[in-house]
Structure formats: C-alpha cells, structure tokens
C-alpha cells in the first residue's frame, strides 16, 4: 500500500488549503482509517482528523475542529482534508496515514504518505 500527499504550500493566515491523500495498493479500504498527522519544527508529531474509511465518519483534534473537513472519495481511494481558517500555528509538515485497527493508537498505523508541508503566514 502507498500513501501520496499532495497539497501543501504558502498562504496567509485566514486563507484555506486542501491536502489530498491518495491511496494504492489496495482494492479497497473499507476497513481502515485514513488520518491526518502533522508535526511542527521542534513538536512531536500531533493527530489531525481521522475518515472511518467504510462508513465516512469523522474525527477531528480540538484545534482544527470547525476549521478543517476531511472527506474520502471512495472511487479514486483518495482522502481530502480541506483546511480553512487557517493560523499561523497550523504551520508543519503534515502526514496522512492509515491503519486497520483504531486510529486514536498511533503506533497502530500500517502505512504513512511522505509529508506535504503547509506554512501559513501572517
């Protein structure tokens, strides 16, 4: 299975953004999560939001709540976190990932994308 995260780049505070993660490798993902990491120069790595791949349920960190929506289309297996409101401290380089068990156990994860970076200026 690869992961590829596409997406990052430079925009003013308030402006908005959208990382897309596509997915190979498998027929489907039915059963996984597809998340969202990101990690801050100098921070450990933070959850972001998380897609119930199956059901398209949602899961979302309290900093990015309301700001950012994650969405799946399941014919292309690609996953979309569409980032609005943006602040200067959402700046980091960001991971989608995936795991076939519960996506709050971080060492669960199977696979991981490269990072796409996203640097908000204000």
């Known amino acids: 299975v690869q992961l590829q995260a596409s997406g990052g780049g430079l925009v003013q505070a308030g402006g908005s953004l959208r990382l897309s993660c596509a997915a190979s490798g498998r027929r489907t993902f039915g059963s996984y999560y597809m998340s969202w990491f990101r990690q801050a120069p100098g921070n450990e790595r933070e959850f972001v939001a998380a897609i119930s791949w199956g059901r398209g349920i949602t899961f979302y960190a309290d900093s990015v709540k309301g700001r950012f929506t994650f969405s799946r289309d399941n014919a292309k297996n690609t996953g979309y976190l569409q980032m609005t409101s943006l602040k200067p401290e959402d700046t980091a380089t960001y991971y989608c990932?995936?795991?076939?068990?519960?996506?709050?156990?971080?060492?669960?994860?199977?696979?991981w994308g490269q990072g796409t970076l996203v640097t908000v200026s204000s």
């Open positions: 990932a995936a795991t076939s068990g519960h996506y709050t156990n971080m060492r669960g994860y199977d696979y």
